[in-house]
C-alpha cells in the first residue's frame, strides 16, 4: 500500500517536469467539453494505455518495444487527423459521417465518452513521463523479480497520479475557457487554435523534441522531491536494482547525520541489526565472515559491481577509509553483486579487484541473497553498522563522503577508538570525480530489456541477427550500424565493421563492453575526427584501442569546454559485445 501511495504521488509530481510538455496540447483540447464524458475518459485511457505498454516493457521483450513503436506512429496518425479537424470543420463533419449513422458520437473532435477514450489511448501511446526514482523503484523492481500483476498495479497508480494532475488543470482550464467563450465568443477561434496546438503537438514528437530537447531541461526538482519520498516512506523490503540517482545528477538517497541547533551531529539512529553474511557463493581477500565474529568492530558495508561508475568512483573513498581506520577497528567488506553475466565469473571478478588495489574482504554475492537480507536497492550503497552489530546510517550513491566518513569516526568513538587523523583520497582516472553539473547524457543500456533512446528505423530486432543502418542523431539518441544480434543485455556484433554512435553531453564517456572468444581492435571518432587530446584512458590520440577483458572502457575524457559531441565506435572484428554507456 505505501509504495502503491509513492507510486501515485510520483505520478502527481509528472505535471512539474517538462516530459509532460507533449500531452498538455491534446489534453487542453477537452478543455471546452463536459468533463465527464469528454476528459476524464481521455485521462483514463490515457492511464490504462501507458500501463500497458510499461507492463510489457517490463517483460523485456523486443517485441514490446517493436509493438510501442508502432503504437506511436498510429498514435501520431490518428492525433494528427485530429488537429486536422478542429482546425477545418468540413473535413470532421465529412470525416464523421459515417460514425454519426453508426450512431458512434467519437467524432474527430473528440466528443463522447469511446470517443474520448480512444483519443486518450493515443495519448498514453505517446506520453513518455521522465523515469524518476520512483518509476525506476517500479520498472527495476520488475526486471528483478519478474513482471506481475502488482507490477502493473503499480505502474497505473504512477499513471493515474499523473491523470489526476491534469485532470486539475483541465478543469480549471475548461472554466477559463467557458469565460472565454461567453465573455468574447472566441469558440471557433479557441477550436481553431487548439487544432494548431494538437499539430504543433504531433510535429515535436514526431521531430524527438519531446526526447530530444525536453531531456536536456532540467528535471532535477521533481527528482529531488521523489527522492525525498523515497527516502522517508519507500519500503524497507523487496530487492530492487538501480543505479543510485547521483549518477544521472541527482540527489543521493541519503546525506550524512542530521546536525543539532548548534551545529553538532545529532546521535545516529538505529535502523536494524546486521543481517548475517551468508549466502555469499565466494570470498576474495578473506576467509568467510559472519555477523557474530564481527562484535566488537565497526563494519562499513559497500555493494558495488566492478563495471559500475558509480562505483569506481566511489571506491577511492571507501579504500582511504580502509587504509586510515583499519587499526582503529573497522573492517571493510565489499559486497559485489553483479549487474552483467559476465560480472558473475569469479575469475573476473578476482582480476578487477587485484586490479584495483583492493585489499578489504570481498563477498560475491551472484545470487544476491546479501543484497536481498539488506533489501537494497542501489549501486554504491554503504551501510555503517556499530560495534553492537547495529546498522546506524546508510548512504546511496555518489557524494556525500564527508558525511560519511564522519559517522565512521562517530562510531568508533563511541566503540572507544577514537581516530587521531582523517583519511587521505587519491581518486585519478576513471575513479577521477565527475562533473555532474555539465552531465546531460544518461546511463544508456543497449540490451533490448532495457534499452532506451535507440533511433535504428527498425527498431532493435530482439536475439536476431540483423542488419542495421545507422541514421542522424539528435542529443541522447544512439544507433547500430552493421551486422547485430542484440540481446537482452548486451548488442553482439555479428560481422567485422560495424559500429555504434550516440550523441552525448558529457566530460567523459564510458562503455562497458566485452571482447568474446578473441580481442577485439576499434577505432573511436568525435564528430568524424580522432580524439586528439580527449581520448580516454582507453584509447589513444588516433582513437585507436582493443577490446581485451569484459569491463568498463573511458573511451573519451574532455580537456577543455564541455559541449553536445557525436561519439562513434567501430570494430575490426566480430564478436564484441556493448553493454551499456554511462558519463560523467
Known sequence: MALALLAYFGGVLTILSPCILPVLPFVFAR????????????????????????????????????ANGWGRGIALALLGVFGLMLLFPALSERLTRPLVALGNRASGRGEGVFGSAALGVATGLLWAPCAGPILGLILTGAALNGASLATTGLLFAYA????????????????????????????EGLRRGLGGLVLAGVAAIALGLDTGVLTRLSTASTNRLEAALLSRFGPDSGAVMQAAPAMTGGPAMRTGPAMTAKGQPEALPIEGQM??????????????????????????????????????????????????????????????APEFAFEKDPANVAKAVKDLGLTYPVALDNDYALWRAFSNRYWPAHYFVDAKGQIRHHHFGEGGYEDSEQVIRTLLAEAGQAPDTKAQVQAAGVSAPADMQDVFSPETYLGHARASGNLNPEGLIADQSHRYTAPDLRPNEWALAGDWTVGAEA????????????????????????????????????????????????VDAAGRGTVTEDRLYQLYRAKGPVADHLFEIRFDAPGVQAFAFTFG
Open 31 to 66: 478543455a471546452g467539453k463536459p468533463f465527464w464524458t469528454n476528459g476524464l475518459p481521455m485521462l483514463a485511457g490515457m492511464a490504462l494505455a501507458f500501463a500497458a505498454v510499461a507492463s510489457l516493457a517490463a517483460l523485456g521483450g523486443g517485441w514490446a518495444v517493436a
Open 275 to 336: 543481517p548475517d553474511l551468508t549466502g555469499a557463493v565466494q570470498w576474495l581477500n578473506s576467509p568467510p565472515l559472519t555477523a557474530a565474529e564481527l562484535r566488537g568492530k565497526v563494519v562499513l558495508i559497500d555493494f558495488w559491481t566492478y563495471s559500475c561508475i558509480n562505483c569506481l568512483r566511489a571506491l577511492p573513498h571507501v579504500q582511504a577509509w580502509d587504509a586510515a581506520y583499519r587499526d582503529k577497528g573497522l573492517v571493510v567488506i565489499g559486497v559485489h
Open 491 to 538: 548488442a553482439q556484433l555479428t560481422a567485422p565493421g560495424g559500429s555504434v554512435t550516440m550523441r552525448f553531453h558529457a566530460r567523459d564517456l564510458h562503455l562497458v563492453l566485452a571482447p568474446g572468444a578473441t580481442p577485439v581492435p576499434f577505432t573511436v571518432t568525435i564528430d568524424g575526427q580522432p580524439p586528439g587530446a580527449d581520448a580516454g584512458l582507453d
Open 160 to 187: 493515474l497520479g499523473a491523470a489526476t494532475a491534469l485532470a486539475v488543470a483541465l478543469l480549471a482550464g475548461g472554466r477559463v475557457f467557458a469565460l472565454m467563450k461567453r465573455g468574447l465568443g472566441f469558440g
